[in-house]
């Protein structure tokens, strides 16, 4: 990342493929679970099915990270939880800013998974003047004017943006000049940032709509599975027959009763 401070802890954190890092945030979760129940071991396979990856898919990220795990044992949870911790950055505390404390931007100030997950709303930031003050989630929303001294005051290198589309890049803008140069992006919008800005975008409509894809998609195979409906006019000679003309023995057909 950008800036003269450094975000990422002592690790192999740039060697490991972006494909992996997705999916460390999938095991943690399941992982925890497990250390939850006090298991003191899992195997791959187990593991893998928690997470819903494949086992050999598994294998090769924690490869990564330099852990094996035990042939016949299976991999240490405690010690797995530490060291996917570590190289996700969540053995430290992290400020994070909310700008935009509409529906969405309220819901997540009262989201509890940003504490235990290693996140801390250190700021509720909106424009509304009517909303400076007002207790969400137990924080005072901050009218907009005080986001640069509120990201420096509290060492801020992540934003959350909630605000309406057309106001995310100004917004987005300032976060970046302040200093924040990883950013989570909720507006129904694309942003544009300079290199060394990180940018992960959240658009429920079109995990929905990619849904809607593939439930479609269902719907057709179920349709090409049926036995399709001859019409009418594809019968033999039923043509023949509405229009008076004969048939092969030439005999106008016989139309049967209903």
Not at 44 to 56: D, F, H, R, T, Y
Not at 146 to 159: A, D, H, Q, R, T
Not at 214 to 225: C, F, I, L, S, T
């Amino acid at each position: 990342m950008a800036t003269g401070r450094t975000h990422r802890p002592a690790t192999r954190s740039r060697g490991i493929p972006e494909a992996t890092v997705a999916r460390l945030p999938l095991y943690l979760r399941a992982l925890t679970a497990l250390s939850e129940r006090s298991v003191p071991t899992v195997s791959s396979e187990e593991l893998a099915a928690a997470a819903g990856v494949n086992s050999a898919k598994l294998r090769k990220d924690f490869s990564y990270l330099g852990s094996y795990g035990t042939r016949g044992v299976g991999y240490d949870v405690e010690y797995l939880v530490y060291q996917i911790s570590r190289e996700l950055g969540l053995t430290q505390d992290w400020p994070v800013v909310i700008v935009g404390i509409g529906n969405l931007g309220a819901a997540l100030a009262n989201y509890g998974g940003f504490a235990s997950r290693g996140f801390r709303v250190a700021a509720l930031i909106d424009a509304d003047p009517s909303m400076a003050g007002k207790p969400v989630a137990g924080i005072p929303v901050q009218h907009t004017d005080e986001l640069e001294k509120i990201i420096s005051g509290n060492g801020v290198s992540i934003g959350v943006i909630a605000t309406p589309a057309g106001a995310a890049q100004q917004v987005c803008d300032r976060l970046v000049a302040a200093g924040v140069t990883s950013i989570l992006n909720f507006a129904p919008t694309v942003l544009s940032v300079p290199d060394g800005v990180d940018v992960r975008k959240v658009d429920l409509s079109i995990e929905l709509q990619i849904l809607a894809f593939h439930e479609q998609r269902k719907a057709g195979e179920e349709a090409e599975g049926e036995p399709a409906a001859v019409p009418p006019a594809a019968r033999p000679g039923a043509s023949a027959a509405a229009d008076g003309r004969k048939g092969p023995d030439g005999d106008v057909p016989a139309v049967m009763p209903a």
